[in-house]
Nanobody, 115 residues
Framework: QVQLVESGGGLVQPGGSLRLSCAASGITFSIYPMGWYRQAPGKQRELVAHITTIGVTSYADSVKGRFTISRDNAKNTVYLQMNSLKPEDTAVYYC?????????WGQGTQVTVSS
């Protein structure tokens, strides 16, 4: 019933941009804090960006100033705008919705930054 569906991943050159989208269904989206995580091969999954129910954002130091998280509650969608992409941004990116005793994940979408 609960589903998070990501789109927008792909291959991009260093310095390029991508916008990831995550459309949620089966939850009352507006009351869920949302996050974007990423996991590269051989590395731990890390929190990239987070947005509260009222739009307060936070970012990992590695992406601060380059990535922007936003949400559109009318569309049940959270976005991650990624600019000035670097090869080290290459990872599978996951959308997350979480509250106490509830935690939902998207299937992940591949972002590859390479020339």
């Amino acid at each position: 019933q609960v589903q998070l569906v990501e789109s927008g991943g792909g291959l991009v050159q260093p310095g390029g941009s991508l916008r990831l989208s995550c459309a949620a269904s089966g939850i009352t989206f507006s009351i869920y804090p949302m996050g974007w995580y990423r996991q590269a091969p051989g590395k731990q999954r890390e929190l990239v960006a987070h947005i509260t129910t009222i739009g307060v954002t936070s970012y990992a130091d590695s992406v601060k100033g380059r990535f922007t998280i936003s949400r559109d509650n009318a569309k049940n969608t959270v976005y991650l705008q990624m600019n000035s992409l670097k090869p080290e941004d290459t990872a599978v990116y996951y959308c997350n919705a979480a509250m106490t005793f509830k935690n939902y994940w998207g299937q992940g979408t591949q972002v590859t930054v390479s020339s």
